[in-house]
Each structure stands twice: as C-alpha cells, then as structure tokens.
C-alpha cells in the first residue's frame, strides 16, 4: 500500500494550459504539504494544510491553487503554465506540524 | 529564516567505505530530518532527529541542537546509498522545512 500517492507522475503540457496533479494519503495524517523541486534539485515548500485549513502560502503565484477537499487529499491545480513551471513537485504528509515527512514519488512537470 | 548549509556538496566512495555528511543551521529548530533522494527522484525519510543520536542499521545521526548542526553516519556503504542526501529544518513554522543543498554520494563498486 503506498502511503503517499501523487498522479500522474509525469506530466508534459503546453504554454498556457491549466493542469492538476492529485495527492492521497492513508496514514492518517493531519498536515498535507505542496513543495517544488527545481532543476538544481532545491526543495521548497509551496502550501501546507492543516485537517483542510490552509497554514501556509509560501508567496506563491497566485496561478496555483491547493485544494483539500479532506485531510487526506491535497490536490494542486496550476492555471495558465509557464515554461518556468517545470519542475518535479512533491506531496508529503505528516502527523504533526514538528515530526517526520512521509513524501510522495513526485510528479515530474515538463512545460513545452 | 533560518539557513541549513550541508557539506560536502559531492562525495564519491569506494563501496565498503564510511562517511560523515554535515549540516549546519543558523538558528534553534525544533524540527530536524534527513532524507535521501535515490537516483529514481523518490525522497526518503531517513530520520527525524531535532536533538540526540539515533541509528537505524548502517545510517546514525546525531544533532547537536545547542552547537547548531547535525550529522548523518553511513557505514560499509553500498551502490544503494547513491543520491542525494538532504538535511531539513524548522521552528514552530507550521511544518514548513528549510532544505539544504544536499550532499550528492556516489558509491562504485
């Protein structure tokens, strides 16, 4: 059973259009995270739930938009996508806001 | 914000060979983890360690909260410790993690 599941797990589009990558998790889990992994491999976090509360938003465009329609699910939609947009973004969960990480496989964003 | 800066940037090994990653942080945390990212992208959690020693088989690690870094132990590495090793940092940040650069490890046969 995967704990962390993000689809699709790669994804090539065009300039401009809108697209979704869905996340899940079955452990239970309180807090939900969104975070972008760019071509020099630096992670950094885009959004976290907490039980579907949006607790941060990490000066993000505002072309992307969470949504947790439970405390399993965060999904990420992206609106109008730019060539810099491609990256690898990675779902992760955890118990607690101060405890360990459990990430998804990632989904790996190529922007044409 | 705080800054997490890890050493080495690149370290290449013999397989069987030990070694010691590094990170240090500028600020108190109270939320510290190590991952490793394999040469597939998954990224892995090797321990939650914010102060203390753990060991978890060949991998130990163990922070210094007071002094401000941390260090990651792999013994007798094998090809399958290859990737990217990543330190991440917080403080009562509603879970959000500082990354380091990472250290890239190579182990050859």
């Known amino acids: 059973d995967t704990a962390v599941s993000q689809t699709p797990k790669y994804l090539v589009t065009q300039m401009g259009n809108d697209k979704s990558i869905k996340c899940e998790q079955n452990?239970?889990?309180?807090?939900m995270y969104w975070y972008k992994q760019d071509s020099k491999k630096f992670l950094k976090i885009m959004f976290s739930?907490?039980?579907?509360?949006?607790?941060i938003n990490e000066t993000v465009p505002n072309r992307f938009s969470p949504k947790s329609p439970d405390k399993a699910h965060l999904n990420l939609h992206i609106n109008s996508l730019e060539l810099g947009d491609s990256a690898v973004y990675f779902c992760?969960?955890?118990?607690?806001?101060?405890?360990?990480?459990?990430f998804g496989s990632g989904t790996r964003l190529t922007v044409v | 914000g705080i800054q997490v800066e890890q050493s080495p940037p690149d370290l290449i090994l013999q397989e069987g060979a030990n070694s010691t990653l590094r990170c240090n942080f500028s600020?108190?945390?109270?939320?510290l983890q190590w991952f490793h990212q394999n040469p597939w992208g998954q990224l892995i959690n090797l321990f939650y360690?914010?102060?203390g020693t753990k060991q978890n088989g060949r991998l130990s690690a163990t922070t210094v909260a007071t002094e401000r870094y941390s260090l990651l132990y792999i013994s007798s590495s094998q090809t399958t410790d290859s990737g990217v090793y990543f330190c991440?940092?917080?403080?009562?940040?509603?879970?959000?993690?500082?990354f380091g650069q990472g250290t890239e490890l190579s182990v050859k046969p």
């Open positions: 991440a940092v917080s403080y009562n940040q509603g879970g959000k993690l500082i």
């Open positions: 992760a969960s955890s118990q607690v806001e101060n405890y360990g990480y459990t």
């Open positions: 360690i914010p102060s």
């Open positions: 600020d108190s945390v109270n939320n």
């Open positions: 452990l239970g889990h309180d807090t």
């Open positions: 739930y907490n039980n579907k509360e949006l607790i």
